[in-house]
């Protein structure tokens, strides 16, 4: 035991400078994203991967940092996720109000998971890739891809492409359901609604709903926490798929990984009401801060000559999964409300 303490402090001596940068840059994305000027538009996540992509393709020896940005974009990466249970209260699914509610939300999130994997592999797209477009589109955006990508083999390049796609068309979705609101006369918590079971991730299903009303506001909170709890089960799902996937040599290996594990117990923990409100904030806290390290370290990894080498095709893809989350939300939410 004091040999294993010895060798983490040594790893942290040799390492410091790399580990300053990482949380330098986590708290300057932290204090980015409270400028007025962002209106709310970006999340720590993404500013943070933009700082690592930067730093990545100026021509700068990162060699350096690498052990830190690894370490972050791997080891705090699967902490972060696993933290992300604490968000999950499975007495908010009582808020939906109906059993037909829950049973869309369900019905729209699998769909669309396996409609866009389907479509992904039509598209000859790469299958960590697919992966990753089909758990961040129909639950919650960047949160989700940082979940499911030590299950996916996904590269760097590819993590960065699909987070970038949840951001451009997350986005749009903010524009659209503005447009949609001044030239239609629909119901508020029709539109709540809409925006919950079809925005991406949860700071754009905040930014689209705020423009309507506090009403819309509401809803939509309310089925993107229900699509929030679904994480688990995909979570678990993929961990099977994937291990179905492995060698009969293989097969020894425990099925879920053990972050999966740390995610559904903390779940369970915060479904239990156990915790203070200001405990669970502070556990937030922490959670944004170590997502947003790891995705420093991600962007680290990301050449924007390799991003060139993707081409277009995943942009093409990742426009057919923002179309499909959308109209089958769309008549989920009609067919409910």
Not at 121 to 149: D, M, N, Q, R
């Amino acid at each position: 035991m004091r040999l294993f303490f010895y060798n983490i402090w040594k790893w942290v001596q040799n390492n410091f400078y790399g580990l300053l940068l990482v949380i330098g840059v986590s708290i300057f994305a932290k204090q980015v994203i409270r400028l007025e000027i962002l209106n709310d538009s970006l999340s720590s996540p993404v500013v943070a991967l933009l700082c690592g992509i930067v730093l990545a393709n100026i021509g700068l020896d990162n060699s350096w940092a690498k052990p830190s940005l690894n370490f972050a974009s791997s080891q705090l990466l699967k902490v972060g996720v696993a933290l992300i249970g604490f968000r999950l209260t499975f007495s908010e699914i009582l808020e939906i109000g109906s059993l037909s509610g829950v049973l869309v939300i369900i019905s729209v999130v699998f769909v669309s998971f396996f409609l866009i994997r389907w479509i992904g592999e039509k598209a000859s797209l790469s299958k960590p890739l697919t992966l990753l477009l089909a758990a961040g589109f129909p639950i919650c955006g960047i949160s989700a891809i940082a979940a499911v990508k030590p299950l996916s083999g996904a590269d760097d390049e590819e993590t960065g492409y699909a987070v970038g796609l949840i951001t451009i068309f997350g986005s749009i979705s903010i524009l659209f359901f503005s447009i949609l609101h001044l030239i239609f006369d629909i119901e508020m918590n029709t539109l709540g609604w809409w925006i919950g079971l079809s925005v991406h991730d949860t700071s754009q299903v905040v930014a689209a709903a705020s423009t309507i009303s506090e009403s819309s506001l509401d809803s939509a909170m309310v089925v993107k926490m229900g699509r929030i709890l679904l994480l688990a089960p995909m979570l678990l799902m993929i961990s099977f798929m994937k291990q179905r996937e492995i060698q009969a040599s293989e097969k020894k290996r425990f099925p879920v990984p053990i972050f999966i594990i740390g995610f559904a117990v903390a779940a369970a923990l915060g479904s239990a009401n156990v915790f203070s409100t200001s405990f669970l904030d502070s556990i937030d806290t922490v959670r944004t801060f170590l997502i947003t390290a790891a995705m420093f370290g991600l962007g680290s990894g990301i050449r924007l000559i390799s991003i060139k080498d993707l081409g277009a095709k995943p942009l093409r893809v990742g426009f057919i999964a923002w179309i499909t989350v959308l109209v089958l939300a769309g008549i989920g939410t009609f067919l409910t409300i």
